[in-house]
């Protein structure tokens, strides 16, 4: 079965505070590790970028069950499709907290200074997410 990656982005539908991120990414860990499934979230208090690598099945599971989910809405994906290796192999769902180093990062790939990955070409969203995994990876090392 082929690696398959997803890149999606979505928008807050209600206030959710640190407690719910933590919750999301619990479960999310949780629930990738036992399909082998690897990526990251990045959300800034207004939008969802997040990453999934796995099986196509599991993957496609995955990106499912988050459409369903009504804290966001307007889910679009960016990318998708089968890839040679995983970004996020470390991790079976990194978090890239919003911080002034983030937010520098985003400026390179963006049109604006501020986050909108609506507004970011598939090709921008990648490299954004190489650049992320190389400083998840140093902070982690």
């Known amino acids: 079965m082929p690696l398959t990656r ?9 206030n959710i505070g640190s ?5 999301i990414l619990q479960v999310s860990r949780e629930n990738n590790a036992k ?11 207004h939008y969802f ?16 069950r988050i459409c369903c989910d ?3 809405h307007n889910a679009q994906l960016l ?13 079976s769902m990194a978090y890239v907290p919003w911080t002034e180093a983030t937010r520098t990062r985003i400026a390179q790939y963006s049109i604006g200074t501020e986050f ?7 090709e921008s969203v990648v490299k ?7 400083l998840l990876l140093k902070d982690a090392g």
Request: hydrophobic share 40%; aromatic share 10%.
């Open 70 to 72: 009504q804290r966001h």
């Open 116 to 122: 909108n990955p609506y507004q970011m070409s598939a």
């Open 19 to 23: 407690d719910e991120i933590a919750d």
């Open 49 to 64: 970028l997040q990453c999934l690598e796995g099986s196509r099945a599991a993957v496609n599971g995955i990106y499912c």
């Open 35 to 45: 399909q082998a499934v690897s990526g990251v979230l990045l959300f800034n208090t």
């Open 79 to 91: 990318t998708y499709g089968e890839v040679s290796q995983r970004l996020f192999s470390a991790w």
């Open 128 to 134: 954004l997410l190489e650049e992320l995994a190389r």
């Open 6 to 14: 997803i890149v999606y982005c979505s928008e807050l539908t209600e």
